[in-house]
């Protein structure tokens, strides 16, 4: 089978995420036909309207209350603002995103807020663990969902995935309480709709997941667009890969055959495939950089302590 072009992987991400979106509102809309009728059907309908409004504004900061972030100045690292200053005028973001640090062994990167209030932290892991032009890829990759408005999107499918459960839940509990009704009266048990109610919260979450995937995607290709530089990525995903099974496998027994574990039930697509996507992006560039000659893989890079002040590296 012949691998996507760049362009043909973003027609295609586009259009997973209209339809996976789509199907989330649909599955909405039925449960509610299926519990109250049209009249609560419209009524749905019109709530996930009023989501698409407000669920990206629902408390996206308390994520980094709970990782116990600490805001970066630009005195606090110089070098991490200098990359953000040009990736986020590369991407055409017009409010520059607020860096925080995290105080965690582990290597992540994320994005909370929307593109007026967007935030990005990163981890004291990542920040020891990757040289700067790995770094500047992560940071590509985050400014990405900035620009393509990942978080509400899935912010907005996140909510309408947890209606679709408690909905659901609601109906079954209702069914549950009629029951006893079918063995003194006429009354017949509705086992279509007790089957769709069973099935569809669990349809909605691999939906949810498979959109999650999708905009993964989408912000590498961004990401390497940004920063012309494919490889720098493919050898941050490498190195992330690799350090987070290396620690994972000194305290846990995983099996051999990664792939063994449905893709279907993560949030991520495999670090395989992204690596592929990337690759073919770099072969269709006029003249992307350069592959690191050497990836180093299995040893520690140097600590890059990136400017920041002593008040977050003592705290290790």
Do not use: C
Request: hydrophobic residues 45%.
């Amino acid at each position: 089978m012949t691998p996507l072009t760049t362009i043909e992987q973003q027609r295609r991400n586009q259009i997973q995420t209209g339809l996976l979106v789509g199907g989330l509102g649909s599955a909405l809309a039925l449960v509610g036909g299926l519990l109250g009728g049209i009249d609560l059907m419209i009524i749905t309908i019109a709530l996930i309207l009023v989501l698409v409004i407000i669920a990206p504004y629902v408390s996206p900061f308390l994520v980094l209350h709970l990782h116990k972030a600490e805001v970066l100045t630009e005195t606090d690292s110089a070098s991490l603002y200098a990359l953000l200053n040009d990736l986020t005028a590369k991407a055409h973001v017009s409010h520059r995103p607020t860096l925080y640090y995290i105080p965690s062994k582990m290597m992540n990167a994320f994005t909370v807020g929307l593109r007026h209030n967007a935030s990005i932290g990163i981890t004291d892991g990542l920040l020891r663990n990757m040289n700067r032009r790995e770094l500047n890829a992560i940071l590509a990759h985050e400014v990405s969902h900035i620009k393509n408005q990942d978080m509400r999107i899935i912010a907005i499918a996140d909510t309408m995935n947890q209606l679709i459960r408690i909905l659901s839940i609601i109906g079954l509990l209702w069914l549950l309480f009629s029951l006893p009704l079918s063995l003194f009266t006429e009354y017949v048990i509705p086992w279509l709709v007790i089957i769709i109610l069973l099935v569809l919260p669990s349809v909605s979450t691999l939906m949810k997941m498979k959109l999650s995937r999708t905009r993964e995607f989408e912000a590498d290709r961004t990401a390497a667009e940004l920063t012309q530089d494919p490889h720098a990525l493919i050898s941050a995903l490498s190195r992330l890969e690799y350090r987070q099974w290396h620690w994972l496998t000194q305290f846990f027994s995983f099996p051999s055959d990664t792939a063994s574990i449905p893709a279907q039930l993560s949030s991520h697509p495999a670090t395989d495939e992204r690596i592929e996507r990337l690759k073919i992006q770099a072969k269709e560039m006029t003249a992307p950089l350069q592959a690191p000659t050497l990836l180093g893989l299995n040893r520690m890079m140097p600590r890059h302590k990136w400017e920041l002040t002593q008040r977050l590296w003592n705290k290790e």
